[in-house]
C-alpha cells in the first residue's frame, strides 16, 4: 500500500444550507434545536460504528476516519452513514449540502492541550467540490471512490446500475440518501413490510419517507410561486428531479403514498 494511502484518512463535510438566514431571523431555541438534530445523526453512528468522530463549528460538520490508512470498510462506511445522517437531517426539515474525500487530514490538539487543531488536503478538497454544486445532497469526490475500485474493479458502476449513486462526466458520484427506502420498497410490494411505515426499521427507514416527503413539498411550493430560478428554489428543484432519477417511477409514486397519515 502506498504511503499516501497508509497516512489517508475518509472524511465527510456537510454543511447546512441556508444556516446564516436562519440565525439572522429565527429564536436562539430554534437554531439550537437544528445544531443538535445534526449532532445526535452524527452522534448516533459514531457511537454504532466506533470508527469514526465528529468535528462542530457553526454550520459545518466534519465526518471523518480515526484511524488513518485505507480500507474498504472506511469507503463502505463513510458513504452509507452519509447517507443515513442526510436522510436524518432532510427529515427534519433541514437542508444540507456536503463532499467526501479521501487523502490528509490531520486531527490535533496544541501544545497547551485546550484547543483542536485540525488541517489537510481532504478537508480543502471537500470544501471547494461542496461550494461549487447546487443542489442538496453528497457528492462522492474521485479521491474517495478511486482506491475503492482499484480494489474491487467494476463495483463503482455496478453500485450505479443499482442506484446507490449516479456517476457523473467528471468522475463525481452523487450519491442517494435514501438507501433504506430501496432495499424495502420491493418487500413492502409484496406485503412483507407492516404499516405504520413510521415503525419500522426505525428512524432510517421512516426518514427516508419524510426526507422525500420534505424535498418534494418544497419544491412544489416554488412551483406554486413560479420560482424557478431562485438560489434556493434551483437546489429544490434539482434534488428533487435527482431523487425521481434514482429511485424511478414507480417507487416514488409508492414513497408519496407512504408517506400518507393512513399508510405512516
Known amino acids: 500500500m502506498s504511503n499516501s494511502l497508509n497516512e489517508g484518512r ?3 463535510f456537510l454543511d ?3 444556516f446564516s438566514d436562519l440565525v439572522e431571523n429565527r429564536p436562539t431555541k430554534e437554531i439550537y434545536d437544528v445544531v443538535d438534530s445534526a449532532l445526535k445523526a452524527f452522534g448516533r453512528w459514531e457511537e454504532l460504528n466506533g470508527l469514526f468522530k465528529t468535528i462542530y463549528f457553526s ?3 466534519l465526518f471523518y476516519q480515526a484511524p488513518k490508512g485505507y480500507g474498504n470498510w472506511a469507503f463502505l462506511d463513510v458513504y452509507a452513514i452519509g447517507s443515513m445522517v442526510l436522510s436524518a437531517l432532510l427529515a427534519a426539515g433541514i437542508a444540507a449540502r456536503g463532499a467526501i474525500s479521501f487523502g490528509e487530514f490531520e486531527v490535533n490538539f496544541d501544545s497547551s492541550g ?3 487543531v485540525y488541517f489537510g488536503k481532504a478537508l480543502i478538497e471537500a470544501y471547494k467540490a461542496e461550494q461549487k454544486e447546487k443542489w442538496i445532497g453528497i457528492t462522492v469526490l474521485p479521491s474517495a471512490w478511486k482506491p475503492y475500485e482499484a480494489a ?12 446507490v449513486w449516479l456517476r457523473r ?3 463525481v458520484l452523487l450519491l442517494n440518501p435514501l438507501i433504506k427506502l430501496r432495499g424495502w420498497y420491493g418487500l413492502a410490494g409484496m406485503g412483507e413490510v407492516e404499516k405504520p411505515y413510521s415503525q419500522w426499521d426505525a428512524p432510517e427507514f421512516p426518514n427516508d419517507i419524510l426526507a422525500l416527503k420534505f424535498i418534494r413539498e418544497k419544491a412544489e411550493s416554488y412551483t406554486a410561486s413560479q420560482d424557478f430560478t431562485s438560489p434556493v428554489a434551483i437546489k429544490f428543484h434539482t434534488t428533487h428531479k435527482f431523487f425521481k432519477e434514482v429511485l424511478g417511477d414507480e417507487c416514488y409514486a409508492w414513497c408519496q403514498q407512504a408517506a400518507l397519515p ?3
Open 10 to 12: 475518509y472524511l465527510l
Open 16 to 18: 447546512i444550507l441556508g
Open 59 to 61: 454550520d459545518t460538520f
Open 114 to 116: 485546550r484547543h483542536q
Open 152 to 163: 474491487n474493479p467494476g463495483t463503482i458502476d455496478a453500485f450505479a446500475r443499482e442506484k
Open 169 to 171: 462526466t467528471d468522475g
Open 262 to 264: 393512513g399508510n405512516f
